[in-house]
């Protein structure tokens, strides 16, 4: 079975420092990697897109990077971070088959920008 | 651009009550739509989608939903409603769907709770 492992599982950060969140994709070879914010209280956000190793597209521009360094992992980073980086993110994965595949959602890093 | 509303942010009814959760979106092609659920101090679960056939999809925990191109909705049902169904459910829309990956959109959010 597919299982899927984001951390950490909570972080409170300065304003102005950095970021680095992970994602670990295990029983799944070559996923769709996506990593989603979401505000307090508001909606998903999709923010990068990843189809194969080495590659990643951004979808949303919140001065946040990603990379995927290995086929099962997906990294969110930054260099400073800003008050408006506070919220939820979550890292998922789909087969990589079309866009009518399910997302299979990780259980997220909560993040308090101070 | 697609969007999806969901016009309802909280919703609260009975136990043994019916429930529908209401679904919007505009998009210019047909659509792949999805629910999902997020219950308290979990991460998000798949419901269910629509691609294309059958009006009416059925999905996981009983829930099935209801596509109208009529009037561009994709409400969520269930009947009848338990305690336990109590959480936060998203409408999402998919498109273009001739991607080789997922771009979702997301609706803000409906939390749903069930009084026993």
């Known amino acids: 079975a597919q299982t899927i492992h984001q951390w950490p599982v909570a972080e409170i950060k300065a304003v102005g420092s950095p970021l680095s969140l992970g994602c670990t994709i295990k029983?799944?070879?070559?996923?769709?990697l996506y990593w989603y914010w979401q505000a307090t209280g508001g909606t998903l956000q999709q923010l990068f897109y990843?189809?194969?190793?080495?590659?990643v597209e951004s979808v949303v521009q919140l001065n946040l990077s990603a990379s995927r360094p290995k086929d099962d992992q997906f990294i969110l980073s930054t260099e400073k971070l800003l008050l408006s980086h506070s919220g939820f993110y979550l890292c998922?994965?789909?087969?990589?088959?079309?866009?009518?595949?399910?997302?299979?959602f990780g259980h997220g890093t909560k993040l308090s920008v101070l | 651009a697609q969007s999806v509303d969901q016009p309802d942010a909280h919703v609260t009814l009975y136990e043994g009550a019916s429930l529908e959760l209401r679904c919007s979106y505009s998009?210019?092609?047909?659509?792949?739509l999805f629910w999902y659920v997020q219950y308290p101090g979990q991460s998000l679960q798949f419901l269910l989608k629509?691609?294309?056939?059958?009006?009416v999809v059925k999905g996981t925990k009983g829930f099935e939903a209801e596509f109208r191109k009529s009037n561009s909705s994709f409400n969520l049902k269930k009947s009848p409603a338990h305690w336990s169904d109590s959480a936060k459910y998203f409408c999402?829309?998919?498109?273009?769907?001739?991607?080789?990956?997922?771009?979702?959109?997301f609706g803000q959010g409906t939390s749903l709770s069930v009084v026993p």
């Open positions: 998922a994965w789909s087969r990589g088959t079309g866009a009518n595949e399910r997302l299979f």
């Open positions: 029983g799944k070879s070559s996923p769709n």
């Open positions: 990843s189809i194969t190793v080495g590659q």
């Open positions: 998009y210019s092609a047909a659509p792949y």
């Open positions: 629509y691609i294309t056939g059958d009006a």
């Open positions: 999402a829309l998919e498109g273009p769907p001739s991607s080789s990956f997922s771009k979702l959109v």
